[in-house]
Structures are given as C-alpha cells and as structure tokens.
C-alpha cells in the first residue's frame, strides 16, 4: 500500500512492466516550502521519485542505495506531474518525471543488500549547534539538516542533523535514519559553501540540477554521521559539490560510508528574475 504524502495511488503502465502515480504539490507543506516559491522544489521531486520507486521495489531493511537524477527543466506549480518507474536489468529500476510531456527529471536507483556501519568508538557529539538558516536558504529551524560546519585547514565538515518525528524526512520506521533526510543534508552544505567559500550574495538562486547517490539504507538513529567536503574550487556559474558520508563526530576523521555529488546552476536575482520572465513569456 502506498502510503506517501506526495504521491498519489500507485497504478501498473500500460504498455510496459512498470507503475506511475501523479505528484502532489502541497504549498502548505512547512518543509518542501519552508518559504515562498515559484516552482516545485527539486527536493520534492527527489523524494517523490524515492517514493515512487520504494512503492514498487521490494526492498529489504538494510542495505545501499546507489542513485542518479538529472533535473532538465524547472517544473512549475501547475499543471500536474506525472511520475513513472520502469524495471532495467538486475535490480535497477528507471524514474521519469513529466509535466504536460515536458520531461522534467529522470535517473535511475538500485538497492542492494550490504552490512550496516559500524557504530565507531567515542562520543557522538550530541548537542551540536545548526547551521545558519540563511545560509542554506531555511527560515523554520526545523528545517536545518546541518550542524554548523567547521574549517580546519581547508577542510569543511559538518555533522547529518536528523528531524524530529513528525517532520516529511523523518525516518519510515522508528528508530532508523531517513537516508533522504542524508541527501538534503547535502544540498544544505552545498548551498552554504556557495555563499561562505564561494562568496555568493544571500539572494543568489542555487538550481539544483543533478544528485549521485550511494548511501547506507537503514542506519540506525544511534549512529551519528557526518559529511565531508572533497575540496574543489566553486566555478563562476556552475557548482558540483562531491561529498563523503562519515560514520560518527570525530572532525571526519571516521570511516567512509557513503558519497554524495551535487550539481547545479548559480544565479543572480536579476538573472533568475529575466529567466522567470522568459519562461513565463514562453
């Protein structure tokens, strides 16, 4: 049974071995528009795509996600999406997301079985302070999935701030991470490097264009973690953000667990405002 709150009930395609559903785009919604906007959020297309691949997939407790979405076209409000999952070869499955026939993001996910990380030794450095809420463009501070990042000779990490229960990422089961709460995590640390190490001006509009993936499913709310800066340097109009997942608090020093790679579009508010205007003309 489908029980998402962003996708509709989930029905067979007709001409191949798969299963669509339609999007459901609530602006109420105090997380995926934690403030004004004049599109759907590329998170929220994300974690649809999610869902929309877990209602079809048998998928065990424990595992590895490894995942790639593309996002070619900003979707807009209205009229409605319409997603659609497909089986590939072996355990892979294809996601597409389309609004009036436009395609609007497509990628693929595949989960495998694997072995849990190993809780490290240490604290787990509860009590950690957020991130500023500008900086990765939040203004409810149940919204902040970062601890506030910390510089040490170059290197920017910053600790996986999971939500309370109740929250749209909160885990699925009782007890166990979200692991797209993991993947916004990221996108919040690749926003505020934008502006704190690329020097971007608060207003600047960050699209996001494409998300790799290759995660722990099931990790367990006792195991802290935290994400790494591969340091790279943030180009004039273009960002990609590659990030290790750490097991435990310990300055990233822990071990590997998981990586994340973020891309996407840098624009200036008179930019993003001519870019809105032509969209709207179009």
């Known amino acids: 049974m489908n029980r998402s709150r962003l996708i509709g009930p989930v029905r067979p ?21 934690d403030h004004p906007l004049d599109h759907v959020p590329g998170m929220l297309l994300i ?15 424990a595992g590895r996600i490894k995942a790639g979405v593309t996002l070619h076209s900003m979707a807009e409000l209205g009229p409605e999406l319409e997603l659609s999952a497909s089986k590939l070869e072996g355990e892979r499955c294809a996601v597409r997301i389309s609004q009036e026939s436009t395609p609007i993001a497509d990628g693929w996910a595949e989960f495998s079985p694997a072995d849990l990380p190993v809780r490290p030794n240490g604290l787990d450095g ?7 809420a500008s900086l990765v463009h939040r ?12 510089v040490v000779g170059g ?24 692991t ?28 996001l264009r494409g998300v790799a993936a290759d ?31 750490i097991a435990g608090r310990d300055g ?20 993003y405002a001519r870019f809105r205007a032509s969209r709207s003309a179009g």
């Not at 203004?139 to 990042?149: K, Q, S």
Request: with cysteine.
């Open 215 to 245: 995660l722990p499913v099931g990790v367990p709310s006792s195991l802290p973690l935290t994400l790494r800066w591969q340091t790279v340097p943030i180009s004039a109009s273009r960002t990609e953000y590659r990030f290790d997942l």
């Open 126 to 132: 509860g009590g950690i302070p957020p991130a500023q």
């Open 47 to 61: 974690c649809a795509m999610t869902d929309l691949v877990v209602a079809g997939t048998d998928i065990s407790g």
């Open 180 to 207: 797209e709460a993991v993947v916004e995590a990221g996108r919040q640390l690749s926003t505020w490097l934008t502006h704190r190490t690329g020097g971007w001006s608060l207003d600047t509009q960050i699209l």
């Open 139 to 150: 203004v409810r501070p149940e919204n902040v999935m970062i601890g506030d990042p910390s």
């Open 155 to 178: 290197r920017v990490t910053a600790a996986v701030v999971f939500p309370a229960e109740g929250h749209a990422l909160s885990g699925r089961r009782p007890g166990i991470h979200r």
């Open 13 to 33: 395609l007709p001409d191949r071995d798969g299963w669509t559903a339609d999007l459901t785009v609530d602006q109420s919604d105090p997380f995926f528009f």
């Open 252 to 271: 990233g020093e822990g071990p590997v667990v998981g990586s994340l790679v973020f891309t996407g579009k840098i624009l200036r508010p008179e930019v």
